[in-house]
């Protein structure tokens, strides 16, 4: 079994997606727009959304994987009650990422020190997606 996060938008997803690949150094694997796949049936339930909203975006960083996709209008309610944990190699890095991931959003927690960690914090980026930024060194 593997957990994938699935991120849902209000129609920004491609701007989401670009985003966070240039903030993570990550790879965009798919972007389907919904005028791209007008042939493929919807899954039961689903309304039509714009020919230009995302119908299934997956972005690689590493061995992990970010998937989303715009929702119709009227459907997109704000995210809470998670976040997306991302556990980085060391300080520098947390602060890199941090960073990228702020400009534009609005900090939670400043990123600090803390008993389990050289550098923790939290966001919610541009796109109010809620992060834990996590440093695993020592």
Known sequence: MKAIVQLEFDGRCREAFEFYARALGGEIKVMNALGETKDVPLPPGSRPAGAESIRF?????????????????G?????QGF??????RDKAEAHRVFGALADGGRVETPLSEVAWSSA??????????????LSMDE
Do not use: C, S
Not at 75 to 79: C, D, G, I, L
Not at 120 to 133: A, E, N, S, V
């Open 83 to 88: 976040n997306v944990a991302l556990h980085v």
């Open 75 to 79: 459907e997109y309610r704000p995210k």
């Open 57 to 73: 975006a997956q972005l690689a960083i590493g061995d992990t994987l970010i998937q989303g996709n715009d929702l119709p209008p």
């Open 120 to 133: 923790f914090g939290m966001l919610k980026d541009r796109f109010g997606t809620p992060w834990l930024i």
